[in-house]
């Protein structure tokens, strides 16, 4: 089969690029960074080069193709999160159109069932609505969990402060997931029929905020590794003084203050996932010790 993936050789791109090519399949990749092409090359892949926002360049990469894989690239300097997601969404959309190609596998998040009020994940809730107009391609919104790998921003707080913590309590329940089972979940839909829209949960593992800073701590040496509350003000100005910029820090302080209520994940428990991947928490643990 032939597939067209977005995302270069990012976290779940590659290997989801390494599944299908070991799979036999050919493998298109789309990345910004003409840097990249030898060492998409070298994978086994096709390197296509350009950005994601010229519907042409897109139409041309997705054309012929017996599947696709879209996800929004991130984009820290832009003005407003959520608009520049949907607006890249609504290209995606045109050229998905334009090329003809009938099934996609998009990368959405745990949340986009909310339209607001859960900073750039509301700009994947403006991609679903955008793709469920697609008049005759089959849509598989992949919604992952929180991504283990988000905790690997918490290193200098880990360090210098001796706290793991965020906008919510210790007992917040959340949904963890590694991108690698991401990158198994795309691969399984890219190579299996399926038709309408459809969504689709992946996570790795459940705990809750202390929880998970049990286990962080436990695998760092830090067994007494604390999750602490910080009130919106206090975590939005941790953010800027590590580097945030202040759209994107007021977009996670955001975030955060949905996972804080509980309705970021309401969805999800409703409609949980028959099975979950394979990287359970202490897995992880193991890995965030090392690069700790």
Same mark, same amino acid.
């Given at each position: /089969?032939? !597939? ?47 950005? +994601?926002?010229?519907?042409? *360049? ?7 193709? #017996? @599947?696709?894989?879209? %996800? +929004?690239?991130?984009? !820290? ?10 607006? +890249? ?8 159109? =334009? ?46 969990? !929180? ?8 290193? #200098? %707080?880990?360090?210098? =402060? ?12 959340? +949904?963890?997931?590694?991108?690698? #089972?991401?990158? @198994? ?8 029929? *399926? ?9 790795? #593992? ?12 436990? @695998? ?27 759209? /994107? ?5 955001? %975030? ?34 090392? @690069? !700790?």
């Amino acid at each position: /089969m032939n !597939f067209t993936i977005t995302g270069s050789l990012g976290n779940i791109s590659k290997p989801l690029a390494a599944t299908l090519i070991a799979a036999g399949h050919h493998v298109t990749i789309i990345s910004s960074n003409a840097a990249k092409a030898k060492e998409i090359e070298a994978l086994g892949a096709t390197a296509a080069i350009g950005s +994601v926002e010229d519907v042409a *360049f897109l139409t041309a990469a997705f054309s012929d193709k #017996d @599947a696709i894989y879209t %996800m +929004v690239p991130p984009n !820290f300097g832009a003005s407003n999160i959520r608009e520049f997601i949907s607006s +890249v969404g609504e290209k995606y959309a045109a050229a998905i159109q =334009a090329s003809g190609v009938k099934r996609v596998v998009n990368l959405s998040s745990i949340g986009a069932h909310l339209d607001g009020g859960t900073g750039p994940i509301s700009g994947l809730h403006d991609v679903e609505q955008t793709y469920s107009k697609l008049d005759g391609v089959a849509v598989k919104h992949l919604r992952p969990a !929180f991504f283990y790998t988000n905790f690997y921003g918490n290193v #200098d %707080m880990i360090k210098h =402060a001796g706290i793991l913590g965020s906008n919510y309590s210790a007992e917040t329940p959340l +949904v963890l997931v590694h991108p690698k #089972d991401i990158a @198994a979940a795309a691969a399984e839909e890219l190579q299996h029929d *399926f038709t309408g829209k459809v969504v689709r949960y992946v996570a790795s #593992d459940e705990s809750t905020a202390a929880g998970v800073a049990g286990v962080l701590g436990a @695998a760092i040496g830090k067994p007494e590794l604390l999750w602490v509350e910080f009130n919106d003000e206090d975590a939005l100005g941790g953010m800027l003084q590590a580097g945030l910029p202040e759209v /994107m820090a007021k977009s996670y302080v955001e %975030m955060g203050d949905a996972t804080r209520s509980r309705k970021l994940y309401e969805h999800y428990f409703n409609h949980k996932p028959s099975s979950f991947g394979k990287v359970k928490l202490e897995d992880f643990a193991k890995e965030f010790a090392k @690069a !700790f």
